[in-house]
């Protein structure tokens, strides 16, 4: 097999004038005249700065599940997560917290603490009994402080913060009367610090390389942890960390072999995929009733799901190709999906795997109803928007903005004029220089999956009107989904994206071009495990790069304009 | 009479000047004019808001063809006409880009608000809505408060890049959040501070001790994004703060009801709907002190709002719908352009609805309304259409149109801030960079 040069610098730095060069083909090399081996030991590496990462959503929800119990109810809301270069992994090194969410997360704390130390499950998560209920029993309410800190703040407490949370729980007992309600308020305490809605990054001086820094061990298995079950580390994970073996090889690999063959895998790569797909789109999806009637809310979210559940059966259970998710004619179904693909589904509730019948035109991921509509108008199909998003999301290739000035007259309505086709719509860009460069980077993929409409339903014909369902990818040509499906399958550029996503996604932040070395060695690693996702996991959880650090010069410019100023508070 | 009941005492000043009002401080009592007066002098707080439309208008059917107070009512603001003196409209003021790449819909909507063009969502300053609420100082339940009517859970509030605050889209969540747990009802009988609150409060302090050390550990850009972290800790504990005081009583002031379940989406007639709503229960919120800053995304600045089967979007109408020859312009877009108009005017409603001293919430608020774009078919920044709507407590001149003659937009942001209190000569960078007031609004 030809070994594929990473080239993700000159793709990520591509703008609009790059568009015509990507079309022509130029984008990763396939050196396939003398296929070099790939490199198999890690090449020196650069280190990233110390990230403050803020959890997601479902790290959120996975870490209190796992904390406490997986029924402990989380009743605040969410903001919708930024998204940065394609990845909400990446913006949580970035972006901050509104006014609503420290709000909300307020609300979670005080429905989780309740449930905590309310009279029902006390028992079960109090690790001790007070001596009486109307006396503080500091013994205990240090034991539970040190007990959940420790597992909140994914490293034990200093003995300072210990105290402050204990001092809560007897200033509150005072106030409310009973032992519980002072945990309660201690707990409340926990979950709304910054320390543990952020994953701050703590580094150490490092023995073997005087002068330079490393992550403390806490920080290591914070960062692994997150990466291959999307969860906090469990109590295994930080007794290594406290041990000091996560700084060995051996101690290392154990730790990631005994998390890899776990089930929370699947967690991981689900988290990872929805991300990557982003599936977050579907918060303000919305289809015309009227047009597209088999669209209902349920569907939508079914449709969702139906992908995941493919990518995690297919790539963990299966432990398959991952380019062969562009071409698996296996699936889940659900009732309410049975509807939109018009297939039998014998399961009442709930979910059943199934294949597309072979004279379907549905084959891989790029052909199920979630992303066909994510990326389509409330009413229509856009060959250009699903062309891009293609390009985006398993290229990584940032396709430009429209141009603001263009003169768009020349683009005439006739979606529902009898005879029209997206094809003959999107042809008259392609007259104009300013809109063909991108236009022919997106439309080419997208226009082959023409002959599924807007809610991702199959159509034979555009208004009455057979389509023209070819396309091309870097120069090569091909008919319909199926030959879609295959030609990303083929494309060397598909794995090496994901390599770049993946291991942006692990680290949390953009990777700098000294780190492309790192890259084009993961990328290897895959291709020798063929294209096996838990195994590039495992590569990137053992790599130096994932774990390496330096000090950074503290030069990023304040803001200019101060919202609170130091020592205002009261 | 030895001991003043503060309550009491209000109670029979109101009644003895015979006026209705609303009073959402503490301790208002009304001077001989009748206007509202706090006992400390504090007069009842000027709100100020934000309405956003999107994708534009049609220039023909929206500017007023002269300057001054006698122009003639453009056909797309007539719905406006009722509020024609409480308004001011600014045509003609441009983003100015000085080469940044015009991302469409986005550069010139938060250069608006921010004073600074950006060839993303990556905003370098925080928009006018925060600055002016930092100046108007805490003393709310809600720092501000977002809502959008299309389903899009967005804003163009930003305090700094990254941390937009979302938006509200549905009337029941925003009823829940304001009117729910938490609310107290100014009218009610009795008020006993909640001992609970207290220890809450108590433990946000607790986790704000925190912040010195924490702050020395980290960079520049963490450090940051730490301080906004802390500044909501800061302002959930003033929340917290106002709830173990009794509230002011409010006359005209009954609770709402929770509204019913809506469907949320882009259909037109469930955003005006859905806007309706959420504007009555801000109205309301914004009566009882619940907030004084809002931001309202009547659509979203790539509008998603449709027709019921209909295929297309306002946003993409504007971009392939041809220009009817006879019109001059393209009907269905300008269909949705003149709807936005309709709603303007429903939101105005909703404040103008609310009685407030001898006037209305509207005459205390200042309401700022504009688009992204001027024509959206072509992304113009120059011309994006503006209005500055309601009283500010008399601190604007409303009543006129004034042509901006491609001056910097930010002369509007600058003015509006300055009129609302924040101390700032010049706002804008490069060529936005402007020192000079609207003068026309300065009352």
Known sequence: MAFIKFNGAFLRRAGLGACLAMAAGIGWANQSETTPSAPLAEPETPGGPLVMRRLTESQYRATIADVFAPDVPVTGRFERALREDGLIAVATSHGSMSAFSVEQYDVSARSIAAAITGEERRAQFVPCQPEAETKFDKACATKFVEQYGTRLFRRPLAAQERDRFVAVAKAAQQKLGGFYKGLEYALIGMLDSPQFLLRMDHAEPDPSRPGSIRL????????????????????????????????????????????????????????????????????????????????????????????????????????????????????????????????????????????????????????DVSMLALHSHPGRSSPTLRGKSMREIFLCQKVPD???????????????????????????????????????????????????????????????VSMDLSGALDGKEFEGPQGLGQALHDNPGVPACLVEKMYRSAVGREIASPEEPVLEYLLGRFQSARFRVPQLMRAIALSNSFYAVKEQPDTTPQRTVAVAKEGERS | MTQLNRRTMLRGLVNGAKVAMALPLLDIFLDVNGQAMAATGQRIPVRFGTW????????????????????????????????????????????????????????????????????NETVRAPTLDVLIGEAMGQGTRFGSIELSASGIERSYSFRGAGSPNPSETSPLALYQRIFGEGFQDPNAASFTPDPEVMVRKSVLSAVAEDRQRLMKTLG??????????????????????????????LENFTKPKAPEKTVVDGDIENVMINHKIMAGLLAQALACNQTRVFNMLFSDTTSNLRRSASSDTHHTLTHEEPVNPKLGYQEQS?????????????????????????????????????????????????????????????????????????????????????????????????SMDTNRTVTELVA
């Open chain 2, 52 to 119: 956003i439309w999107g994708c534009g208008f049609v220039p023909e059917r929206w500017v007023p063809t002269s300057e001054g107070a006698d122009y003639t009512m453009p056909v797309d603001l007539e719905p406006l006409a009722p509020y024609r003196k409480q308004m001011a409209i600014l045509t003609g003021f441009d983003v100015k880009l000085d080469g940044v790449a015009n991302k469409p819909h986005v550069t010139g909507n938060l250069g608006l608000r921010t004073g600074v063009p950006v060839p």
């Open chain 2, 334 to 430: 300008a269909w949705f352009a003149a709807q936005s108009m309709v709603a303007c005017r429903d939101f105005v409603d909703a404040l103008a609805g609310i009685k407030e001293g001898d006037g209305t919430l509207l005459d205390n608020t200042l309401l700022f309304a504009h688009s992204d774009c001027s024509i959206a078919k072509a992304h113009a920044v120059e011309g994006i259409p503006m209005m500055v709507i309601g009283g500010a407590g008399g601190r604007v001149r409303t009543g006129f149109h004034k042509a901006g003659r491609a001056d910097s937009a930010a002369r509007v942001g600058l003015s509006l801030q300055q009129a609302m209190g924040v101390q700032v000569e010049k706002w804008g960078t490069g």
């Open chain 2, 220 to 249: 520049a850009s963490d450090r940051q994004r730490m301080d906004e972290y802390f500044t909501a800790v800061r302002e959930l504990e003033q929340r917290l703060e106002l709830q173990l005081q009794p509230p002011a009583r």
């Open chain 1, 402 to 464: 429209p141009p603001a000035n263009v003169n768009f007259s020349i683009v005439q309505d006739a979606v529902n004029r009898p005879g029209s086709t997206a094809r003959m719509r999107l042809a008259e860009h392609n007259d104009n220089p300013v809109c063909a460069g991108c236009h022919k980077l997106t439309d080419p993929l997208g226009l082959t999956l023409e002959n599924f409409d807007g809610s991702g339903g199959f159509r034979a014909k555009e208004n009455g």
């Open chain 1, 216 to 367: 403390d061990g806490w920080s290591k298995a914070t960062r692994l942890s997150y990466f291959l079950t999307n969860s906090t580390p469990d109590a295994e994970l930080l007794r290594a960390a406290a041990s000091g073996e996560l700084h060995t090889h051996e101690g290392l690999s154990r730790q990631v072999d005994r998390l890899l063959a776990s089930p929370r895998v699947a967690v991981a790569v689900r988290a990872f995929f929805w991300d990557m797909l982003q599936f977050d789109g579907f918060n303000d999806l919305f289809k015309d009733p009227t047009i597209y009637p088999g669209y209902t809310v349920a569907a939508a979210a079914d449709a969702e799901e139906q992908t995941l559940r493919t990518v995690v059966s297919h790539l963990v259970r299966e432990d398959g190709d991952y380019r062969a998710l562009f071409t698996t004619k296996k699936t889940w179904v659900s009732r309410p999906l049975g509807i939109l693909y018009r297939m039998p589904v014998a399961t009442r509730n709930g979910w059943e795997q199934a294949e597309y019948p072979a004279d379907s035109a549905r084959s891989g991921i790029l052909t």
